[in-house]
């Protein structure tokens, strides 16, 4: 019997990069950690592998914005972005999905299709009131 669990889709996940060197997470990650100068191989060939975390779970909405003039391809009036601070102290922005953000609030980080190109689906991190 041939196991084709390998090939079965993944659930959708935005990651942080953890310096292996001092700890700290980045989101996107650097080529080099400002903190302790180590290198990232994207390979991990010749410098360690940094640690992927994901971005999911409970945050708080520190700033949000709505932006009405959308590129092509979008059918709606306005979106709206924001930036939470997660659980584990970084910072990150993503598309809010509450009709009436307030700073402050609790929000849920998840992973979620941000547009649609063609027949792709491409995937970002969104804000939630519930996991």
């Keep these: 019997m041939v196991d084709f669990s390998m090939y079965e889709e993944a659930t959708p996940s935005v990651f942080a990069s953890k310096c292996p060197t001092c700890g700290t997470l980045y989101h996107p990650a650097p080529m080099v950690c400002p903190k302790c100068n180590t290198r990232r191989d994207p390979s991990g060939v010749i410098y360690s592998a940094w640690e992927q975390v994901a971005l999911e779970g409970k ?48 929000l849920y980080a998840k992973a979620g299709v941000v547009k649609t190109k063609g027949d792709r689906e491409l995937y970002g991190l969104m804000f939630d009131r519930t996991p």
């Design 59 to 106: 945050c708080r909405l520190l700033t949000w914005t709505r932006v009405w003039n959308l590129p092509e391809g979008y059918d709606v009036k306005y979106l709206l972005f924001g930036i939470a601070e997660l659980e584990n102290g970084l910072r990150a922005s993503g598309r809010l999905l509450v009709d009436d953000p307030e700073t402050g609030m609790t």
